[in-house]
């Protein structure tokens, strides 16, 4: 179809979908595609969260970042990370992925949160979650996975955040409520018009629910981001 690379999910105990990093990397790149990213994720304890120390889950995140490494991964990405109580919380969940992402990038990857809606809620009702994040995180070991759709679901705007922290966005999640492009309310055009503002460098196409069979439906999405005239074509991965 044109699909040229692969973000996994499903990161466990060394191993991607049952197979070995190495198994992995060989089974993608047999299919013609690239290994790009990994959503996965590791939440701290009660008692790493109240005393700031996290070191012991950072011995897992060495693992994993050997493994990722060895798959061949660009990118690792969180997924998920609930609405904290207090912003002291949050900001130990900040600091936790400095030090995530300084490790990766000592070992050549980059590192990255992905939004769902629930970070465009407040804190203590003082400071909203998605923002205190980006003002929190080091732009030199941590980016934002844009999950477009959910970004416009939170009621707030993409491009808006492209112009407020530029550069922050290396990755987007494109997706719509069904096919890509289909329901009109995401707004990709002045999206990839500002693009380069937002510093992306690949875009992920995420199906949120099909309504066709899957291998049309995943076809007509990438026909969508490939024929837009505002979308350049270096961007779609």
């Known amino acids: 179809m044109g699909y040229t690379s692969v973000e ?3 990161y466990d105990n060394g191993k991607f979908y049952g197979l070995t990093p190495e198994e992995f990397k060989a ?12 959503h ?10 109240a005393s700031g120390d996290f070191s012991e889950s950072l011995k897992w995140w060495d693992k994993c970042i050997e493994a990722h490494k060895t798959a061949g991964m660009k990118y690792i990405v969180t997924p998920w990370l609930g609405v904290p109580k207090t912003l002291k919380d949050l900001k130990t969940y900040c600091d936790y992925y400095n030090e995530i992402g300084k490790r990766c990038k000592q070992n050549g990857l980059s590192y990255g949160y992905h939004n769902h809606a629930h970070e465009f809620q407040k804190v203590e009702n003082k400071e909203l979650m998605y923002d205190y994040m980006l003002a929190n995180t080091n732009p030199e ?4 996975q ?3 759709y959910w970004v416009v679901r939170g009621q ?3 491009v808006e955040y492209f112009k407020k922290y530029p550069g922050r966005f290396k990755m987007f999640h494109c997706k719509d409520d069904r096919e890509i492009g289909q329901s009109g309310m995401v707004g990709f055009d002045a999206i990839f018009k500002n693009a380069d503002i937002a510093g992306v460098q690949d875009i992920v196409a995420e199906i949120e629910g099909y309504t066709m069979p899957i291998e049309e439906s995943v076809k007509v999405s990438l026909e969508y981001l490939l024929e837009a005239p505002f979308v350049k074509s270096s961007y779609a991965k």
């Open 8 to 10: 996994a999910a499903n």
């Open 40 to 49: 996965c994720s590791k939440g701290l304890s009660d008692k790493e969260l």
């Open 156 to 158: 707030h705007s993409p």
């Open 146 to 148: 844009m999950d477009l």
């Open 27 to 38: 089974a993608v790149e047999e299919a013609g595609m690239n290994v790009l990213s990994s």
């Open 141 to 144: 070991y941590v980016f934002f």
